[in-house]
């Protein structure tokens, strides 16, 4: 495999301290000592010595979320995303990625959409009709919003915005942000590809507004780093939201509820805003703290790796609401539709999971 020197040498730095292995949500998910960041880099190791083939570790390439939880914690400065990220990349490359992968790919490039749908649900189809007209302002769902099952949440994402009354486009056909090709298979030209294309209908608005972190991340600073521009402020929506709070634009009720908040890792790590979310949920109920939370938060799951290991992203938002249980949470908020699906996939009654638009609408 064709390996970065920059990349070779993260992947033979680490320290074995161990520093990092409590906040690996996968690896404690599964249990296995192979899951975590340090077994990876072994693996990859093994690879670029020609020791084994790159085929035999690419499932454990893929089980990685790229959550970033540990080059956060790493007191080496080691980052196993971006050599995870970079594994995935060559295995596209020299047509190595496993036929899971490859379906999912399949789906992005034909579709837009890693889940291969077409169609939106009707409710959420109907409520962006209302919004078709050309603004200034661009409401940005997300395919996960659009075709990940989370339509209610998206439909409701844009009745908190009229309710402020905010004047905002929603697009029919909106153009996919280039994250899921980016978690699937790197900086591949298909993936730079699918941004650009994004980011030209984006640069057609004054402001976007961008719903889900992963793609806010994306758009905010992946585009960067691939010198891909948009020529719009682009916000995320829990700012946008904040912003409209403090305004007096959006004015909300202060339920007798306690929470506490996910932070989502894009938000929290990559674009380091951790307060907006928080402004919001403190307009509308008492805020607890869990532990680990802001940039130390543990990832509760998603959409896209449920595709390929639904038990896996199971345990991992049951561990979620564990901590949350643990501290006695009786209601956690979440302001990513990805996490908030899978914190609703695991069956129980002790933790009730709201998104942010769920608690302000009421
Ligand atoms: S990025 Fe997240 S899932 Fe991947 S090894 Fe690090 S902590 Fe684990
Ligand atoms: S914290 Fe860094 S050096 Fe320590 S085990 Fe984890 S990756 Fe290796």
Redesign the pocket.
């Known amino acids: 495999m064709i390996m970065s020197d920059k990349c070779k040498q993260h992947v033979d730095s680490c320290r074995f301290c161990w520093m990092?292995h409590h906040?690996?949500?996968?690896?404690n998910a599964t249990g296995h000592e192979r899951?975590?960041?340090?077994a990876?880099a072994l693996g990859i190791s093994l690879v670029n010595r020609e020791a084994i083939e790159l085929e035999e570790i690419m499932d454990n390439i893929y089980?990685?979320?790229?959550?970033?939880?540990?080059?956060?914690v790493c007191v080496t400065g080691w980052d196993?995303?971006m050599f995870?990220k970079e594994a995935r990349l060559q295995a596209a490359l020299e047509g190595k990625t496993p036929e899971y992968i490859n379906t999912l790919v399949d789906n992005c490039l034909e579709k837009g959409n890693a889940y291969g749908k077409t169609e939106i649900c009707d409710k959420l189809s109907a409520k962006i009709a209302e919004h078709n007209k050309a603004t200034d302002t661009l409401l940005y769902l997300g395919a996960d919003t659009r075709f990940g099952g989370a339509c209610g949440q998206g439909k409701k994402a844009i009745e908190v915005l009229e309710k402020a009354g905010v004047a905002f486009t929603v697009l029919a056909d909106e153009p996919a942000s280039g994250s899921q090709l980016d978690f699937l298979i790197s900086s591949a030209n298909e993936t730079k590809e699918e941004m650009e294309k994004c980011a030209k209908v984006l640069s057609n608005y004054k402001t976007v507004v961008i719903y889900d972190p992963n793609d806010a991340k994306t758009i905010k600073q992946l585009y960067k780093e691939y010198g891909i521009e948009v020529n719009a402020n682009a916000v995320t929506y829990t700012s946008f939201v904040a912003g409209l709070i403090k305004d007096g634009a959006l004015k909300c009720d202060k339920k007798d509820k306690e929470v506490v908040f996910q932070d989502p890792?894009q938000l929290a790590r990559d674009l380091e805003e951790t307060e907006e979310a928080r402004e919001i949920i403190k307009a509308n109920a008492t805020l607890k703290e869990m532990l680990l939370n802001r940039n130390e938060t543990v990832?509760a799951g998603n959409i896209l790796m449920a595709q390929y290991l639904p038990d896996v992203i199971k345990k991992v938002a049951e561990r979620r609401i564990f901590n949350a249980k643990s501290i006695g949470a009786k209601t956690m908020v979440t302001a990513c539709v990805s996490e908030y699906v899978a914190l609703k996939s695991v069956e129980q009654n002790d933790v009730e999971i709201l998104s942010i638009e769920d608690l302000i609408l009421g």
């Open positions: 990092c906040i690996c949500p996968i690896g899951s975590t960041a340090r990876r089980e990685c979320c790229t959550c970033g939880g540990c080059s956060n196993p995303v995870t890792y990832w």
